[in-house]
């Protein structure tokens, strides 16, 4: 008798929990418009546990990679103090360059377009689900940071914001399966819609049948989503394969190692043109 | 007790499978130690633990990796009940039979994940099979070697054998 009550207990609350649960999914697949409370909370919640858990893994790496992980130092500061050398050189003839550059852009008015404001960030922890590839960074709503803002690091695009809570964001990696951004073929000039894959690559779909794109063609954001401003690297062409029919599969190797990423950028207030010169960098 | 239990395993867990995950990179971790930590605790506490511990992994999963809230919670749910209710049913104690409750377990868990994101038009999932399978080994690796280091715990033999005198007194009861 007392087995079987709580048997049906068992069940009620299973049934229960799982209409709880199809109801939760039902309000937010038909209306899916700010971040819901549950959502926010359990973010800043638990990005606070992340970020000290992080505060102490990196604690014990930095133990690791300066007392324990010192081999061959002098011969690397040697190497390291030839490069920097080599670098001084470089710079001073960049210098030059950006000078000449400077001019020309002042002369051509470009400065009007230089309109993005970017704020850095550090990435305090990664993906707590293998379904999905996302990045927690210590930047929120009380930042500015808000969601669908474009995630950029130096070498090209990270990816958006999908979730702001006050004082940490997820960021949504352009590799994920869920992920898209209008892009264009730099070399051809040629528009398409390039789609995470969920394997570390992406696919650029839906470009004109004639295009003629190579493996190494640059392949950039066009700007027309909503989210990622014109002219930011998404990556290279990997490699053309055969799609079903006639259709091609164009696969892009991202500009970012989403791997050595640590800290990024975000853009607020995205608009068409390359970034302003004194973005805020992190700390 | 037991409810804190499972909410601290459920806490390390998202834990260590974000460190895990920043530190392999790209987010292509093939283990989930959420997973791992709800099939565990509901073999280690039961159905009702299982299914609870789901509802909350699966949530905090969904809401901290921006996706529709409900689908992990969902799909972690079902896992923990019955991987609960098969933990009441059978003994299930030895390596074999554990890896097999863990690869199963993933694979329901990627089926009702998977299904539940394709019917509602959220994510692609090309080539979901190799990586299900995969991760349904590694989580079968990783969960053997959790209960491995449990059952090496002191007194957790002793615990074992007076849970299932319990049970069966229960049954007979």
Not at chain 2, 38 to 52: E, I, M, W
Not at chain 2, 72 to 87: D, E, H, K, Q, Y
Not at chain 2, 113 to 121: A, D, F, K, T
């Amino acid at each position: 008798m007392v087995l079987s009550d709580t048997r049906h207990r068992t069940r009620h609350l299973f049934v229960a929990v799982m209409v709880g649960h199809i109801l939760l999914i039902s309000t937010q697949v038909n209306s899916r418009s700010g971040v819901p409370l549950l959502q926010a909370v359990l973010v800043t919640g638990l990005a606070e546990t992340q970020r000290a858990a992080w505060a102490v893994v990196g604690g014990v790496r930095s133990v690791w990679d300066n007392y324990v992980a010192l081999r061959q130092v002098h011969a690397d500061n040697q190497r390291l103090q030839r490069e920097l050398d080599a670098v001084r050189v470089q710079l001073q003839r960049e210098r030059a360059a950006a000078g000449t550059s400077d001019q020309f852009r002042q002369l051509l008015d470009l400065r009007a377009r230089l309109s993005w404001k970017t704020t850095g960030a550090e990435v305090i922890a990664g993906s707590v689900t293998p379904q999905f590839q996302s990045i927690m960074i210590d930047k929120g709503a009380d930042d500015g940071v808000r969601r669908d803002m474009a995630v950029i690091a130096p070498a090209g695009v990270v990816g958006r914001v999908v979730v702001a809570s006050r004082r940490a964001s997820s960021v949504q990696l352009i590799v994920d399966r869920a992920a898209s951004a209008s892009a264009l073929v730099e070399r051809l000039r040629v528009q398409g819609i390039v789609l995470g894959h969920g394997d570390g690559t992406l696919r650029l779909e839906y470009l004109p049948v004639i295009a003629n794109v190579q493996a190494g063609d640059l392949v950039v954001t066009a700007g027309l989503d909503g989210v990622y401003p014109k002219g930011l690297v998404l990556g290279h062409v990997d490699r053309i394969e055969r799609g079903s029919g006639s259709s091609r599969v164009v696969i892009i190797k991202p500009a970012i190692a989403f791997g050595n990423l640590e800290s990024v950028l975000i853009v607020l207030n995205a608009a068409s043109g390359p970034p302003q010169a004194e973005d805020q960098v992190p700390k | 007790m037991t409810a804190l239990r499972v909410v601290a395993a459920i806490v390390v867990a998202l834990i260590l499978q974000s460190v895990v995950a920043r530190l392999v990179g790209n987010g292509q971790v093939p283990v989930d130690l959420v997973l791992v930590s709800v099939v565990s605790t509901a073999l280690l506490y039961g159905r009702v633990a299982g299914l609870l511990g789901g509802s909350l992994a699966g949530l905090a999963q969904d809401a901290l990796s921006g996706g529709v809230l409900g689908i992990g919670g969902l799909a972690n749910s079902v896992v923990g009940f019955f991987t609960g209710m098969i933990g009441t049913q059978f003994i299930v104690t030895q390596a074999v039979p554990r890896f097999l409750l863990y690869t199963g377990a993933t694979a329901v868990h990627a089926g009702i994940y998977i299904g539940l994101s394709v019917l509602l038009g959220l994510r692609r999932f090309d080539r979901a099979f190799v990586e299900v399978t995969i991760q349904a080994l590694a989580n079968g690796v990783v969960g053997v070697l959790v209960f491995e280091i449990i059952d090496a715990l002191p007194g957790t033999r002793q615990r074992w054998r007076a849970r299932r005198e319990r049970r069966r007194k229960i049954r007979f009861h």
